[in-house]
């Protein structure tokens, strides 16, 4: 949020009336209860003292294992000597924005960007330079321009961040032709990308394409990842694969940060991926959140103003819809919530003030008839400003330039 | 005291009101008071007839909270509140009625004129957006009816603006104004009871010292308490200040927002229940004036329930 005053609006989102399409939830009500009662059973039976202890800063070894195994899933072969457990996707980000980055230093993203890691990306006074995005995820020329004209001033980014599958907020995933390139680019150039993978397993149709890290190897390509999407976001389970050295600091800065990530719910999500049910668990989430975002995208087809557009995204949890360029979605918030819904109005996902018309909405945490009902609301408030902005512009008046004296009208 | 504390609400402010009543519940506890906090929800007036509160404190900003609704319902349960009443609630939250009020009086405030989203959307109000112009002038700031905060405030430079500021401002009430801008010291004014506490100056910051919304957006702002005035000057603004406090009704406490400008203080608006956070600047004015925030809280209770 850019403005205090705009923070403070979204406070209305927790009161229960409020239809939020503003969050980024995982839908955890479908999750196995004997499946978790299983594992604290377990737990209580042989593991109490264990995971109520301290444990590795690098994260359990067993949970380690399990990520290497998710991510073979999606064909990333990595070794579990190379994962840091982190609490959370947000401590990834965080972990790896201090160490690499001093103040002033550039770091180049998508835009728009993931929300949350812009305020990470400032605590540390980094210089953020955001590339378009189009339906093919960051343009990848504009990259090569924005690091030329940082060339041209004797810089050079420190890293690229992105969110190249079902982008948080755009939704939509770099081409394949895109990610050989960037690689390529960041081979070239020795710049660091960092791969932010939050929802690549949450794929509803089309061909998975290959991440980053696996086009690269592993050498400029630092992996994100985090069980918050597809098993648990209560739990604060997240990770990074880096090079040996940046590992090295990225250890010391969780040391310094918060020793080691919970033992407990590490051992409850190392066993329960282990278990191999978490596949069973993520296809019913592909298929409720597929669900859910063809119910959106059809309430938005019937609701949403004439001019507005949006995607359709493959996978993930958000769509980005643009409103009529004369509406402003931080304008248009405080019009919805006072008829009890919500959404993150578009500036909050860049660091200059573009995404004034758009929005990211979510589908995933929401149920359909709340979806449909919320998308509905905020259709007939952009229709409701639309027209009064067509009414106050139809005027003689406000179709002719000012006359002359209305600028030193008197006061 | 049993003390019944709303906090929260359902308006655009309520992120401000949890920080207020979260400061002034700790004050509260502080005092050997008993809190018993509460939201608005479906359960308010059960909730305080069943705690059967001595007196309520109203930590609530905007909508429902700082405009009479919540004090009416407090008057019929017959539980004495913090703050102006309910009639004081209604006049300052519409800025429009305050300040026809204010001009009643003789009382300055900028020249403005109302609009009402009803009025441009079916009886053709949008027409005289040229006469409002030619009669406010410009630059003029365009504002909801009805916001306590910066939220929905836009400066207007040229009469083409006028559309997109007014969306802007009717996104958050139903009725906006088009104000004279006035180029002057920034100035606050606390009430407490029936005395004006030191004045507070707002010092926009150097990197946007000529930016209009910098008046608006908090933050961009440094604060002096008391201002650096003459006697005289500061003498005036405290008259007009409490002036305006009571014409518009005002008991307890509020906040006078008034800009000095060339030829005297303007009246901008009156906010009836102002921000309590420990950096609001009623807490301010009143350590200025040598009261910590416990004993501000005590003295606004007092008030409240006539212990004096």
């Known amino acids: 949020m850019r403005s205090s005053a705009m923070r403070d609006m979204m406070e209305i989102t927790a009161r229960p009336e409020v239809i939020s399409l503003a969050g980024g939830l995982p839908d955890t009500s479908t999750f196995p209860t004997e499946a978790f009662a299983e594992e604290m059973h377990r737990i209580e039976k042989t593991a109490v003292a264990e995971v109520l202890q301290y444990g590795p800063t690098e994260g359990s070894m067993l949970v380690r294992e399990q990520i290497v195994e998710v991510m073979a899933a999606e064909g990333t072969n990595v070794e579990a000597r190379d994962v840091t457990v982190t609490t959370g996707g947000q401590q990834a980000i965080d972990l790896i924005t201090k160490v690499l980055i001093d103040p002033g230093d550039v770091i180049v993203c998508d835009a728009p960007t993931y929300p949350g890691a812009i305020p990470t990306f400032c605590s540390y006074e980094a210089d953020v330079r955001q590339v378009e995005c189009d339906a093919d995820g960051m343009r990848i020329d504009l990259l090569e321009e924005t690091?030329?004209?940082?060339?041209?001033?004797?810089?050079?980014?420190?890293?690229?961040?992105?969110?190249?599958?079902?982008?948080?907020?755009?939704?939509?995933?770099?081409?394949?032709?895109?990610r050989r390139r960037l690689?390529?680019?960041?081979?070239?150039?020795?710049?660091?990308v960092i791969e932010d993978n939050p929802y690549g397993l949450l794929r509803f149709e089309g061909d998975p394409l290959p991440t980053l890290y696996s086009l690269d190897g592993g050498n400029y390509v630092v992996y994100l990842g985090t069980f918050s999407k597809i098993l648990s976001a209560g739990l604060r389970i997240g990770w990074l694969v880096t090079p040996t050295p940046i590992r090295e600091k990225v250890v010391l800065g969780k040391q310094a940060g918060d020793l080691c990530t919970s033992t407990l719910t590490q051992d409850f999500a190392g066993h329960f991926f282990a278990s191999g049910r978490w596949r069973e668990y993520v296809a019913e989430l592909v298929e409720i959140y597929r669900a859910r975002r063809d119910v959106m995208v059809g309430a938005m087809a019937e609701y949403f103003p004439h001019g507005a557009t949006w995607n359709k995204p493959q996978g993930g949890l958000f769509i980005w819809a643009t409103m009529p360029e004369v509406l402003s979605s931080e304008d248009l918030l405080a019009k919805a919530l006072s008829q009890n819904v919500a959404f993150v109005p578009g500036p909050n996902a860049y660091v200059d003030g573009r995404g004034a018309s758009s929005m990211r909405?979510?589908?995933?945490?929401?149920?359909?008839?709340?979806?449909?009902?919320?998308?509905?609301?905020?259709g007939q408030v952009a229709r409701e400003q639309l027209k009064l902005y067509e009414t106050m512009t139809s005027t003689d008046e406000m179709r002719l330039p000012p006359r002359p004296g209305d600028a030193e009208a008197d006061s | 005291m049993r003390v019944a504390l709303l906090q929260g609400g359902r308006s655009l402010e309520r992120g401000v009101s949890l920080r207020s009543g979260q400061r002034v519940s700790e004050a509260l506890r502080d005092l050997g008071h008993e809190v018993?906090?509460?939201?608005?929800?479906?359960?308010?007036?059960?909730?305080?007839?069943?705690?059967r509160p001595d007196v309520a404190f109203i930590a609530l900003h905007g909508t429902e909270g700082e405009d009479g609704t919540v004090q009416a319902m407090l008057e019929l349960l017959g539980i004495p509140y913090t703050g102006p009443g309910v009639a004081a609630c209604q006049r300052c939250m519409d800025k429009s009625?305050?300040?026809?009020?204010?001009?009643?009086?003789?009382?300055?405030?900028?020249?403005?004129?109302?609009?009402?989203?009803?009025?441009?959307?079916?009886?053709?109000?949008?027409?005289?957006?040229?006469?409002?112009?030619?009669r406010v002038g410009l630059?003029?700031?365009?504002?909801?009816?009805?916001?306590?905060?910066s939220l929905g405030v836009k400066v207007v430079t040229e009469l083409a603006q006028i559309p997109n500021a007014l969306i802007t401002a009717l996104s958050y009430d139903d009725r906006a104004l088009l104000e004279t801008w006035v180029s002057g010291r920034e100035l606050a004014v606390s009430v407490l009871g029936d005395e004006a506490l030191p004045v507070v100056e707002a010092i926009p910051t150097e990197s946007n010292a000529y930016d209009?919304?910098?008046?608006?957006?908090?933050?961009?702002?440094?604060?002096?308490?008391?201002?650096?005035?003459?006697?005289?000057?500061?003498?005036?603004?405290?008259?007009?200040?409490?002036?305006?406090?009571?014409?518009?009704?005002?008991?307890?406490?509020?906040?006078?927002?008034?800009?000095?400008?060339?030829?005297?203080?303007?009246?901008?608006?009156?906010?009836a229940i102002p921000g309590l956070t420990e950096t609001s600047l009623l807490p301010q004015a009143a350590e200025a004036a040598g009261m910590d925030f416990d004993q501000m809280v005590e003295k606004i209770l007092q008030l409240a329930t006539g212990d004096e």
């Open chain 1, 147 to 178: 690091i030329a004209t940082l060339e041209a001033e004797g810089r050079r980014p420190k890293f690229i961040y992105s969110i190249p599958t079902f982008q948080n907020p755009g939704g939509v995933t770099l081409s394949l032709e895109r």
């Open chain 1, 183 to 192: 690689v390529e680019i960041a081979q070239e150039k020795e710049i660091l």
């Open chain 1, 361 to 378: 909405l979510n589908f995933s945490g929401v149920k359909e008839d709340e979806i449909i009902e919320g998308i509905r609301r905020i």
């Open chain 2, 36 to 51: 018993v906090a509460m939201d608005l929800g479906p359960d308010l007036v059960s909730r305080l007839e069943s705690s």
């Open chain 2, 97 to 134: 009625l305050a300040k026809y009020i204010l001009r009643e009086h003789g009382l300055p405030t900028p020249d403005w004129v109302t609009y009402s989203e009803a009025g441009i959307r079916d009886f053709g109000a949008a027409s005289t957006f040229g006469t409002a112009v030619r």
């Open chain 2, 139 to 149: 630059p003029l700031v365009a504002k909801p009816a009805s916001q306590g905060s």
């Open chain 2, 212 to 271: 209009f919304e910098a008046r608006y957006e908090i933050g961009a702002a440094s604060f002096e308490c008391p201002a650096d005035l003459p006697e005289e000057q500061r003498d005036e603004v405290e008259r007009v200040a409490l002036a305006a406090y009571e014409a518009l009704g005002c008991s307890g406490f509020s906040r006078v927002d008034v800009i000095l400008a060339d030829d005297g203080p303007q009246v901008l608006e009156v906010n």
